[in-house]
């Protein structure tokens, strides 16, 4: 079992920079792909970055340019968020995938960006 404990979220100004993380322990051999989901009211949960343990990353078309995802080491990731827009409010999710294809997902930190 992955645990996932996910920090860094909060409140900032349209414009402002989040950096989220996003820690994983437990028992599990190791993680292959670690990323973030988002979810606003009313809306469906979506990708919005991810990373490989080879450092292969995928993003959303809507943070691309503005977001960075990175491995900190194994088992922890990182989303830094720039240009934050009002748009980019909701509840941020971690989620990991162990090399035996188990999905693991953390409880949701907010993120409240206001205009």
């Known amino acids: 079992q992955v645990q996932l404990v996910e920090s860094g979220g909060g409140s900032v100004q349209a414009g402002g920079s989040l950096r989220l993380s996003c820690a994983a322990s437990?028992?599990?051999?190791?993680?292959?792909?670690m990323g973030w989901y988002r979810q606003a009211p009313g809306k469906q949960r979506e990708l919005v970055a991810a990373?490989?343990?080879?450092?292969?990353t995928d993003y959303a078309d809507s943070v691309k340019d503005r977001f960075t995802i990175s491995r900190d080491n194994q088992n922890t990731v990182s989303l830094q968020m720039n240009s934050l827009k009002a748009e980019d409010t909701a509840v941020y999710f971690c989620?990991?995938?162990?090399?035996?294809?188990?999905?693991?997902w953390g409880r949701g930190t907010q993120v409240t960006v206001s205009s």
């Open positions: 990373i490989t343990s080879g450092g292969s």
């Open positions: 989620r990991a995938e162990t090399t035996g294809a188990n999905v693991f």
């Open positions: 437990g028992s599990f051999f190791s993680i292959h792909v």
